[in-house]
């Protein structure tokens, strides 16, 4: 895990190192939003969840007109397929991660991140108990690619997210400040 936080540490120092120096005209350097979030899980993923919803927190320091470093944080549910005669509950993920946005046109982005997402999993217990639920918390390695666009301070977003042999397409309804 120290591993893979010092590697996007690295990332990140070496994507601003490549552009502090550039010329840049007068930009707002912090923005923070907030953003309500979906998701649709995919592959395996998929099989196991039907929808996910939450909520994110996205702050971005501008190196220069074009280019920005990100960290995103919040919380995802994921709500379980229905298993006949079991209960489960929604799977929490709060994921944690540093990237980069590059402007590809006065509005359009492009967006990287990389980190880790903390996941706490609900199964039911076949003990034979009724209603009886355990759960297992786990850390995972994440990554996300996606697009959107600044819409004044609306900020819609899409993106693929993906750790641990599983992932979902997700979009972001953001507002910055």
Do not use: C
Not at 32 to 41: F, Q, R, Y
Not at 76 to 83: E, G, R, T, V, Y
Not at 96 to 114: H, N, T
Not at 144 to 154: D, I, Y
């Amino acid at each position: 895990m120290k591993t893979k936080f010092t590697l996007v540490l690295v990332m990140l120092f070496a994507l601003t190192a490549t552009t502090i120096y550039a010329q840049s005209k007068e930009v707002k350097k912090l923005r923070i939003g907030l953003g309500l979030e979906g998701a649709l899980p995919i592959g395996s993923f998929g099989n196991a969840y039907n929808v996910g919803a939450g909520a994110t927190l996205r702050i971005a320091y501008a190196l220069d007109d074009k280019s920005a470093i990100t960290a995103t944080t919040g919380a995802m549910a994921f709500i379980p397929k229905s298993i006949t005669g079991l209960s489960s509950k929604a799977s929490l993920n709060i994921p944690i991660k540093a990237g980069y946005k590059y402007m590809l046109s006065d509005s359009f982005y492009g967006l990287g991140e990389a980190g880790f997402t903390i996941a706490r999993v609900y199964a039911p217990t076949v003990s034979g108990a009724s209603g009886s639920v355990t759960s297992v918390s786990s850390t995972s390695f994440t990554y996300s690619v996606g697009v959107g666009t600044h819409l004044g301070a609306f900020d819609p977003s899409i993106r693929y997210e993906g750790y641990s042999g599983a992932g979902f397409i997700g979009l972001r309804l953001g507002f910055n400040f």
